[in-house]
T-cell receptor
Framework: AQSVTQPDIHITVSEGASLELRCNYSYGATPYLFWYVQSPGQGLQLLLKYFSGDTLVQGIKGFEAEFKRSQSSFNLRKPSVHWSDAAEYFCAVDPNNNDMRFGAGTRLTVKP | DVKVTQSSRYLVKRTGEKVFLECVQDMDHENMFWYRQDPGLGLRLIYFSYDVKMKEKGDIPEGYSVSREKKERFSLILESASTNQTSMYLC????????????????FGPGTRLTVL
């Protein structure tokens, strides 16, 4: 079945440490790929997106993501996490330029 | 900046009530969406609309209906609320094909947390 998988439900990192959030998808062709962030009590904000071209995508707030076709992955990274990054992160794919499918989300906790 | 607003942040209703959730966007977007968000399940698409008077079922339309009488407004209706519809509801909008650089990006409202007792 076609799906978007975020294997980590909850991740805890120390402030200043690096971060990687995983996302895998199972669609036939390369879909459009997105990462959104949701702060407590807020809607979703787009961090970055991939349509084509360079497989390393830069986003807002110091985040980046790398598309790996061979692994059907689009992992989100940040070299040094700040306390304000504590939030829930959603990977999303748009397989047919029509509607979006979301992963279950990864909740990030940042330790001081 | 694109702004998507939802009529209520928190709503408490009783089983069997008819519930209206309103969403308004101010960017003249053609496409609008309603999702529900539940822990461990992410966002699931309920209904979407590509234009005024048009609507399409998403993945979980049962128990819901929608209305889009004006381009900027997309309403989600729970005809007879049930406890299993307690959830966070998120509205989103997206430009149509005339804005290719941002065609796929959806802009979200702050959400309405609905509790059905």
């Amino acid at each position: 079945a076609q799906s978007v998988t975020q294997p980590d439900i909850h991740i805890t990192v120390s402030e200043g440490a690096s971060l990687e959030l995983r996302c895998n998808y199972s669609y036939g062709a390369t879909p459009y790929l997105f990462w959104y962030v949701q702060s407590p009590g807020q809607g979703l904000q787009l961090l970055l997106k991939y349509f084509s071209g360079d497989t390393l995508v830069q986003g807002i707030k110091g985040f980046e993501a790398e598309f790996k076709r061979s692994q059907s992955s689009f992992n989100l990274r940040k070299p040094s996490v700040h306390w304000s990054d504590a939030a829930e992160y959603f990977c999303a794919v748009d397989p047919n330029n029509n509607d979006m499918r979301f992963g279950a989300g990864t909740r990030l906790t940042v330790k001081p | 900046d694109v702004k998507v607003t939802q009529s209520s942040r928190y709503l408490v209703k009783r089983t069997g009530e008819k519930v209206f959730l309103e969403c308004v966007q101010d960017m003249d977007h053609e496409n609008m969406f309603w999702y529900r968000q539940d822990p461990g399940l992410g966002l699931r698409l309920i209904y979407f609309s590509y234009d005024v008077k048009m609507k399409e079922k998403g993945d979980i339309p049962e128990g819901y209906s929608v209305s889009r009488e004006k381009k900027e407004r997309f309403s989600l209706i729970l005809e007879s609320a049930s406890t299993n519809q307690t959830s966070m509801y998120l509205c989103a909008s997206r430009p149509g094909q005339g804005f290719m650089s941002s065609y796929n990006e959806q802009f979200f409202g702050p959400g309405t947390r609905l509790t059905v007792l």
